[in-house]
């Protein structure tokens, strides 16, 4: 069975700030990483994807993997109000549909 | 534009009753999904199809079906509605990892 654990939060930042989220996962054959955003009351939207050990950064985003500790975070930069969402892990393995962590609620304070 | 649409985006059924959710895209995407979003529980996939005639069960398949006659349509079928699946359903399609979401259909079974 295919985990993806994620703090549900919330987690509250002041405006400006640096959010971290992050994910775990447990099979070892995961094969690429992908970070969805949802405002509340809509559908899922991709912000990133990575599939590589190391950073990838997309603008205010990057997006962190660490295959060895099945560790995938997402970082963002100069984080505003419209950030506030939640926040989807999602994993995928060939031969597989994606599956989602719970998400994480982030909330920025202005 | 391209898109992925459901209908109905709200629906009140009675338990017993057998209730088919609509999914339509117009991207010519092969692979189609169900998820299905419950308040502390995230996105779980229900079912999924990689293409026309292909049907595979997700983690949360119970009480569920689907059929996939062409590229463009996957209805979700509830057999006997129960109360446990009042729920947020999603379809989705994709190319690659990246999911494309429709709007969401809001199910109530009393």
């Known amino acids: 069975q295919k985990e993806v654990e994620q703090n549900s939060g919330p987690l509250s930042v002041p405006e400006g700030a640096i959010a971290s989220l992050n994910c775990t996962y447990s099979?070892?054959?995961?094969?690429?990483f992908f970070w969805y955003r949802q405002y509340s009351g809509k559908s899922p939207e991709l912000i990133m994807f990575?599939?590589?050990?190391g950073d990838k950064e997309d603008g205010r985003f990057t997006a962190q993997l660490n295959k060895a500790s099945q560790y995938v975070s997402l970082l963002i930069r100069d984080s505003q109000p419209s950030d506030s969402a939640t926040y989807l892990c999602?994993?995928?393995?060939?031969?597989?549909?994606?599956?989602f962590g719970k998400g994480t609620t982030l909330s920025v304070s202005s | 534009d391209a898109e992925i649409t459901q209908s109905p985006r709200h629906k009140i059924t009675e338990t017993g009753r057998q209730v088919t959710l609509a999914c339509h895209q117009t991207?010519?995407?092969?692979?189609m999904f169900w998820y299905r979003q419950d308040l502390g529980h995230g996105l779980r996939l229900i079912h999924y199809?990689?293409?026309?005639?292909?049907?595979n069960k997700g983690e949360v398949s119970d009480g569920y079906s689907v059929s996939r006659s062409n590229t463009e349509d996957l209805p979700l079928t509830l057999e006997s509605a129960a109360s446990s699946q009042t729920s947020v359903y999603f379809c989705?399609?994709?190319?690659?990892?990246?999911?494309?979401f429709g709007e969401g259909s809001r199910l109530t079974v009393l």
């Open positions: 199809s990689y293409g026309v005639q292909d049907t």
């Open positions: 990575i599939y590589s050990n």
């Open positions: 099979d070892r054959g995961s094969q690429s």
């Open positions: 989705a399609s994709s190319v690659g990892g990246e999911l494309f």
């Open positions: 991207w010519n995407h092969n692979n």
């Open positions: 999602a994993i995928h393995q060939a031969g597989t549909a994606l599956i």
